[in-house]
């Protein structure tokens, strides 16, 4: 595809249930990332991916997160029994992670507000 | 461990006006720096960005920043605001001895545009 794309735009759920997030990235990238955007914060890193390799979960923020990738290509990320404070835009990206391609590309978002 | 700190959560110039939003970082190694703009209801999208070489970068849109080791700074800069240039702001710093893992936010800036 053209750029990174996510599923849904928007979610509301109520308090105590769980969502999935979707991300697709770009063709050929091997590196994903995941950030958190509260409302009138910056983007607080999650979790990434690159290749086949461990993920680096430091990010997340307690166990009722967790994210999978199949491969190099679609990521799930799923938040169990949200919460209030879970409200926030939640983004994708991703990038080649080789040297001179730093460079990550993000999508749209999904905004989530937890009722 | 890094840290980006952008001086002014809200700027506000007259269109035609000089651009002037500060960001200053601290990081224990020389890192790639990036803006990213996020336009209403938009993913993130990159500016420019400092890795290695030339210290006077150049963007999209007129954009450019000026890496300053000794002051420990990335501002950006536009000669002549565009009320297309109204959007938030953010900075970023990565630590390259990590390939592009977790960029580090600002909290962003948020640009207006005055007619």
């Known amino acids: 595809g053209a750029g990174v794309s996510q599923s849904p735009s928007n979610k509301v759920t109520e308090k105590g249930k769980d969502v999935e997030l979707r991300c697709d990235p770009i063709?050929?990238?091997?590196?994903l990332y995941w950030y958190r955007q509260r409302l009138g914060q910056g983007l607080e890193f999650l979790i990434y991916?690159?290749?086949?390799?461990?993920?680096?979960k430091s990010g997340l923020p307690s166990d009722r997160f967790s994210a999978e990738r199949t491969g190099e290509s679609v990521s799930t990320l799923t938040i169990q029994r949200t919460q209030q404070e879970d409200s926030a835009v939640y983004l994708c990206?991703?990038?080649?992670?080789?040297?001179?391609?730093?460079?990550?590309?993000f999508g749209p978002g999904t905004r989530l507000l937890v009722l | 461990a890094q840290s980006v700190t952008q001086l002014g959560s809200h700027v506000s110039v007259s269109e035609g006006a000089l651009v002037l939003l500060r960001c200053n970082y601290s990081?224990?190694?020389?890192?790639?720096l990036f803006w990213y703009v996020q336009y209403p209801n938009q993913g993130l999208q990159l500016l420019l960005k400092?890795?290695?070489?030339?210290?006077l970068v150049k963007g999209i849109n007129g954009f450019e920043a000026e890496f300053k080791k000794s002051e420990t700074s990335f501002h950006l800069t536009k000669p002549s605001a565009h009320m297309s240039d109204a959007a938030e702001y953010f900075c970023?710093?990565?630590?390259?001895?990590?390939?592009?893992?977790?960029?580090?936010f600002g909290t962003g800036t948020r640009l207006t545009i005055i007619p």
């Open positions: 990081s224990s190694v020389p890192p790639y």
């Open positions: 063709s050929g990238h091997t590196a």
């Open positions: 990206a991703s990038s080649l992670d080789a040297p001179g391609q730093e460079t990550q590309y």
């Open positions: 991916f690159q290749g086949n390799s461990a993920p680096d």
């Open positions: 970023a710093v990565s630590d390259p001895n990590f390939g592009n893992e977790k960029l580090t």
């Open positions: 400092y890795t290695t070489g030339a210290t």
